[in-house]
């Protein structure tokens, strides 16, 4: 176990209102639901401090390690490499609604190489850790002595004590003008216009705090939950991920928001993919 003690806050147990009905249909219905009380970090597991858990443990994640050869018993003897998924910036004129014309699996792209076996996290210690699968966050979690939120705690976490407003910080996506989390402005997939200061991850707590003084709730990455997404018999699981990234805009993925979520498969890892952990010692 761990002997660093990230920042947590106390959310205590309660009735609370989840889910929307004004953005996409997987979000609905709003409901009523009941946690109990639950710690949470303040801030996604950064770079550092995962670096602390590989030193201690000397782990390997997913995207350092060729594929799953039972996942993937077709692969090619020439595809049977670490790799995972970049976002790479596609021409003007590419169509919107395949989005791989800007993902790329790229060969030696993981954690410590954010970018591509060229790039490092040298300067970006306080940045989230990104490129992990499910197993990698519930290896840490594990190791922290903590474990990943249900998708229903993350929510209320996000939430931050308001009730059926849009975003983490109210019901206006830039109150007076201010963008209040790392998130894409301008026309995605082709150009980011960096108002908010920033092209990838920032900081942790780069931008305001919620009302439980939790950072990057929305935006910067999107954070692994432990809740299984509903998929047809027979494909690959999936878990719920929340709180969208540096790659949402509200053109395109208007997923920086508490109620917003997707379904990932487990064993993929991605430039844009945190987590952050709970437990239940409060």
Do not use: Y
């Given at each position: 176990m761990s002997d660093q003690r990230a920042p947590m806050v106390v959310i205590p147990a309660g009735d609370y209102r989840v889910g929307s009905e004004s953005f996409y249909p997987e979000e609905s219905p709003v409901r009523t639901i009941h946690v109990e009380a639950f710690a949470i970090d303040v801030a996604p597991v950064t770079n550092a401090e995962f670096a602390r858990f590989v030193s201690d443990t000397g782990y390997l994640t997913v995207s350092?390690?060729?594929?799953?050869p039972v996942l993937y018993p077709n692969l090619p003897p020439e595809e049977q490499c670490p790799e995972s998924a970049v976002f790479i910036p596609p021409p003007a004129n590419v169509d919107r609604s395949q989005p791989l014309s800007w993902w790329a699996l790229v060969e030696g792209a993981d954690w410590r190489h954010p970018q591509g076996p060229s790039t490092s996290i040298d300067d970006r210690m306080e940045h989230p850790v990104v490129h992990l699968a499910y197993e990698d966050a519930v290896a840490y979690?594990?190791?922290a002595g903590k474990r990943l939120p249900t998708a229903d705690e993350w929510e209320v976490a996000a939430r931050g004590g308001l009730v059926e407003q849009d975003y983490a910080w109210g019901s206006e996506m830039t109150p007076?003008?201010?963008?209040?989390a790392n998130v894409w402005q301008g026309p995605f997939p082709?150009?980011?216009e960096q108002i908010d200061g920033?092209?990838?991850t920032s900081p942790v707590g780069?931008?305001?705090?919620?009302g439980y003084g939790l950072v990057d709730m929305c935006g910067n990455v999107w954070e692994w939950t432990s809740t299984?997404?509903?998929v047809p018999k027979g494909e690959q699981e999936r878990r719920i991920i929340k709180g969208g990234s540096f790659l949402c805009a509200d053109n395109y993925c208007h997923r920086f928001r508490p109620a917003a979520l997707m379904g990932q498969t487990t064993d993929t890892a991605t430039c844009h993919m945190g987590f952050r952990c709970i437990s239940d010692s409060v």
């Open positions: 350092e390690k060729p594929p799953d979690a594990e190791w007076d003008g201010q963008w209040m082709w150009r980011n920033w092209l990838w780069s931008f305001p705090a919620n299984l997404f509903p």
